[in-house]
């Protein structure tokens, strides 16, 4: 809680590339912590979308491998690709059940900024959630909005 007003306020956009990674949910984290820029906030936000609507963006889990091969279980079982009817197939088998689950999940999310690093939860990571079986690069919008730590 602020008692005054804070004077200043720094805007930061980029985009980034994400590797190709195989179908699953992957930790991301380390990708958008090296974002040099975030330690010039000492308070803010930054919101991240991915541009891509068969894939998705969550916060879960950061330390067992395990709960992310079982979120990848559970989101078959929800939208699988065998024994539904979909009426878009034309992007194969994979695509319709990967745009139910990017739509289930979401592809964009805000996270706090305290003096120059996210406010993550002790086990909270950032997760891609690969839909597709055979994906290429994913492009993310990284976009910081704050107080800066120095003011101008």
């Known amino acids: 809680v602020t008692e005054r007003p804070i004077a200043g306020n720094l805007w930061f956009q980029c985009t980034m590339t994400l590797p190709a990674k195989g179908r699953g949910c992957h930790l991301i984290t380390e990708h958008i912590e090296k974002v040099k820029e975030l330690e010039e906030y000492k308070v803010g936000l930054c919101h991240i979308i991915l541009l891509h609507t068969s894939a998705s963006l969550t916060l879960n889990e950061n330390w067992d491998p395990n709960v992310r091969n079982d979120m990848e279980m559970m989101l078959n079982k929800i939208a699988p ?72």
């Open 81 to 152: 690709e065998e024994n539904i009817k979909y009426s878009h197939t034309c992007e194969g088998p994979d695509d319709m059940p990967a745009h139910v689950k990017s739509t289930l999940i979401g592809s964009e999310m805000t996270i706090p900024i305290h003096n120059g690093k996210l406010t993550l939860g002790r086990w909270q990571g950032i997760w891609l959630c690969e839909h597709r079986n055979c994906a290429g690069t994913r492009k993310i919008v990284i976009t910081l909005n704050g107080v800066p730590t120095t003011p101008s």
